[in-house]
């Protein structure tokens, strides 16, 4: 597949110069990271709107918070007992977004959060949230990166679906890695696929299962290395990560062959990454086995792993639906219905230090399916 752009835009431009100096090819990871995160440049870090109920408004996607104010009422009971399971009073929120998640759980946690620290690589979307979230003053900071040490409780909504990954696949007779080479044509400067040998170790699942040829899917070193980042930093606390994905075993699933990497733009979905770049959002869906099994490995204990839609009933949305007008009771119910977000969204939780019993897994506990 190519992708041609006329005249190459800034970013394009950044991206070209990266591959040549690269040698003429670059692995998608690398690619993703520019295309999402170059510094005024990128999808994030510029100054597009991204998140929004309707294209009408310029927005390219919808959020469980911007959906309905009950998700975070609801996450908020599950923060609330963390913070006393863990004798913290900080949350650190990464990728905040528009700030509305941060100004539900501020707002319904109140006086038990001391601080409140949003960790965000986006300038643009940093002003939207302190515009936002004025009424808590400084209860609310800002941080470029995490402490060498801190306690508290760590939530992320979509973050992990958003780190770049590595693209393999299978060609009949080995893996192969994906990545970008510049493209010139009659249609103008572009982006295409080139492959090449990998070096990189490959999860157990993919050593062992027979794989059609042409087979794609993703490796995910950056979210678990992030996981394992939070756990040399975290000494006492929590982390809740909420993101669509799958454990291991249905994510590298022989019959999921196209891989999982989607692009949203005006409210649709499309799988090329190489058209449009910086102007619509790349993700891959998350596989929960590799960040329980990273967290596992640098001290962390599973607290519980579920849908979104136990979670949220077991945080009491079920009580919070019966005071909520018809309208917000339709919202709402997208945050749990099957062929919404309830079943393809799941929520993973870690703890460091002595283990907890977390309301948000205390029915429908999967983590004997990680």
């Not at 590298?252 to 005006?266: D, E, F, I, L, S």
Request: include cysteine.
């Amino acid at each position: 597949m190519t992708a041609h752009e006329g005249t190459p835009t800034p970013l394009q431009t950044l991206i070209r110069e990266a591959i040549a100096e690269a040698g003429g090819w670059l692995g998608f990871d690398d690619f993703m990271a520019l295309a999402l995160y170059a510094p005024g440049l990128g999808y994030y870090s510029g100054a597009r709107q991204k998140f929004g109920a309707m294209p009408a408004d310029g927005s390219d996607f919808v959020t469980a918070p911007e959906l309905s104010p009950l998700f975070g009422r609801a996450l908020a009971v599950q923060l609330d007992q963390a913070l006393t399971a863990t004798a913290t009073d900080t949350v650190y929120e990464f990728g905040a977004g528009s700030g509305v998640l941060a100004a539900q759980l501020l707002q319904a946690l109140g006086d038990r959060v001391a601080r409140y620290c949003i960790v965000d690589l986006s300038g643009s979307l940093r002003a939207r949230q302190a515009q936002r979230l004025v009424a808590w003053g400084d209860k609310v900071q800002w941080l470029d990166a995490l402490p060498e040490r801190f306690t508290g409780v760590v939530v992320g909504n979509e973050v992990l679906d958003a780190m770049p990954v590595q693209l393999m696949r299978f060609d009949g007779q080995q893996w192969l890695e994906r990545g970008v080479v510049a493209l010139d044509g009659p249609a103008g400067p572009g982006f295409a696929w080139g492959e090449r040998e990998t070096g990189l170790s490959l999860p157990a699942e993919l050593a062992n299962d027979p794989y059609p040829e042409a087979y794609l899917t993703e490796l995910h070193l950056q979210a678990e290395g992030f996981v394992r980042t939070l756990a040399a930093g975290l000494q006492r606390g929590a982390i809740f990560l909420i993101d669509y994905g799958f454990p291991e075993r249905e994510y590298y699933h022989p019959q999921r062959a196209g891989g999982t990497v989607m692009c949203h733009h005006q409210h649709r979905v499309d799988a090329d990454p190489l058209a449009l770049v910086g102007e619509k959002d790349i993700t891959a869906h998350v596989n929960f086995t590799g960040i329980a099994l990273a967290g596992q490995d640098a001290g962390l204990t599973v607290l519980g792993y579920t849908s979104q839609a136990n979670f949220l009933i077991n945080c009491g949305l079920t009580e919070l639906l019966c005071e909520a007008d018809l309208a917000g009771r339709a919202m709402a119910h997208r945050l749990i219905a099957e062929h919404e977000m309830g079943e393809l969204f799941k929520v993973i939780g870690l703890v460091a230090g002595e283990s907890f019993e977390a309301l948000g897994f205390a029915a429908g506990d999967r983590s004997h399916m990680l």
